[in-house]
């Protein structure tokens, strides 16, 4: 089984089924990540294939000095990144709606402190956003983070650090 | 690390099901229709572009001068010498004739004017 050089070797020799093997790899980390910001189906699918599209427009230039991990995580906060953007005065508008629901199920009032927690971590400066989603939804080490970011590991730790604190302070968390 | 980063970091990750073969299809078909809306873009640059040249360089008309509706050499009219000009006299009509002489008159060529008046004569016979 080729692994992710490999195939976007191929695909930059012309093999346009390579990027579809190298897509299904990666297809359900990204979907879930995604869905972890968005909890929507159809958002984070949507969003998935504005991935995919920048990817397959982008892969043929790809010079295979990073990993493809990291290019691949890059292309998906600037992507959840401009979702927070775009979604800014969405989300005010669909605030009363929110309020209105009545939430005795267990379940469902966790789907509602996910989409409290959302949308206060939208409001973050871009930086401490970038690191909390990183942190969060993809799950990466703070060296991880650095490297996708172009931040030092220490300005992530001291980002990331603010970032809980704001968090503190809009959740009422004591 | 705290209570709150503890929590946070618990958030829920459901997995979600997509479906792969619909998933491509759809991305597929976005990559095609951006191969041809740029193939659009492209050909309607062109024609734009094919006008808009065609339109500055005023469709292969002539370049017409406008300043070649005036005589420049005015200077001419001054230093005619009107014994050795070469053209026929009788082409012109009486009045401009009478016009030279009286012209002739003024500026005090008295001699001149007879002898113009006399040539025209002598001119007019032969034709005759």
Sequence with gaps: MENDYELIKLFQDGDKASFDRLVRRHLSNTVGFFYTITRDKMASEDLAQDVFFKLYKSLKKFKFQSAFSTYLYRTNLNTANSWFTRNKWKKLLHLDQILNQQTNDQSVEKEWLNKELWDAISKLPKKQRSVVIMRIAEGLSYKEISVVTGMSEGTAKVNFHHALNRLKGVLNYE | ?128
């Design chain 2, 1 to 128: 690390m705290n209570e709150f980063e503890k929590n946070i970091l618990m958030v829920s990750k459901e997995e979600v099901h997509t479906n792969t073969d619909e998933f491509l299809t759809k991305l597929h078909s976005r990559i095609q229709v951006s191969k041809t809306n740029r193939q659009t873009l492209f050909v309607s640059s062109a024609i734009a572009f094919t006008f808009l040249f065609l339109i500055i360089t005023q469709f292969g008309a002539p370049d017409i001068q406008v300043d070649s509706f005036y005589d420049e050499d005015i200077e001419m009219l001054f230093e005619t010498d009107f014994w050795t000009i070469k053209s026929d006299s009788l082409d012109h009509d009486s009045s401009y004739t009478y016009d030279i002489a009286y012209f002739l008159l003024q500026e005090g060529y008295v001699w001149d004017t007879i002898e113009l008046l006399d040539e025209l004569g002598i001119e007019k016979e032969i034709s005759l």
